[in-house]
């Protein structure tokens, strides 16, 4: 599918970074190859088990959701709690609801704490493949974010034992969570 943009004074043609699967009905994806591309490089850099290069592209405020707050929540960096803990509320088949924990953080302490645990999950995560998401990495994804529009990139860090998705927000990693093995309960 391309796209044209004006750019400037000029136009250029840029082609949308296709997701291989239909989206849900309300969900728009809208971001350019040039800008999944630029992200991917961010994240090759600086997405690793060193917190001062992670600390190049993580800080506040920053999500972590469900699935990786789950892992990381009782981690020693986090004796003093995040401030601001919320829930994702997921609505179930059959008109049910789950209720998953996620975390803000809001300054640079909780920044900091996130990224010391989250360098120690990376550690062990092995060597790391950066793509687009599978249709069940987007829909699991999908179902704890309270967004409806996507227009930055969204990008799978598919390691060892995790699969963590990134999702950008003004050219920055944003919102963080772990899309292998965390999945909505199905009733």
């Not at 044209?4 to 291989?20: N, P, R, Y």
């Not at 999944?36 to 800080?59: G, H, M, P, R, V």
């Not at 990381?72 to 008109?95: C, E, N, R, W, Y």
Request: charge should be negative; aromatic fraction near 10%; charged fraction near 20%.
């Amino acid at each position: 599918m391309l796209v044209a943009l004006a750019i400037g004074c000029s136009t250029q043609t840029q082609t949308v970074a296709k997701l291989d699967f239909p989206l849900p009905s309300r969900a728009r994806y809208t971001v350019t190859d040039q800008q999944f591309e630029a992200a991917k490089t961010l994240l090759q850099q600086n997405f690793s088990a060193d917190t001062n290069q992670l600390k190049t592209i993580i800080s506040s405020p920053c999500i972590c959701g469900p699935g990786l707050w789950y892992l990381l929540k009782d981690s020693p960096h986090f004796t003093v709690p995040p401030i601001a803990k919320g829930t994702s509320v997921i609505p179930l088949a059959g008109g049910g609801k789950q209720e998953l924990p996620t975390a803000l953080f809001q300054n640079e302490t909780e920044a900091a704490n996130f990224r010391a645990a989250l360098a120690e999950l990376l550690a062990i995560n092995g060597t790391l493949t950066l793509r687009l998401p599978t249709e069940l990495e987007f829909k699991t994804f999908w179902a704890v974010t309270p967004f409806d529009k996507i227009s930055e990139p969204l990008i799978v860090a598919e390691g060892e034992h995790y699969n963590l998705i990134v999702e950008f927000a003004k050219g920055n990693p944003f919102w963080f969570d772990e899309v292998k093995n965390f999945h909505v309960k199905n009733h």
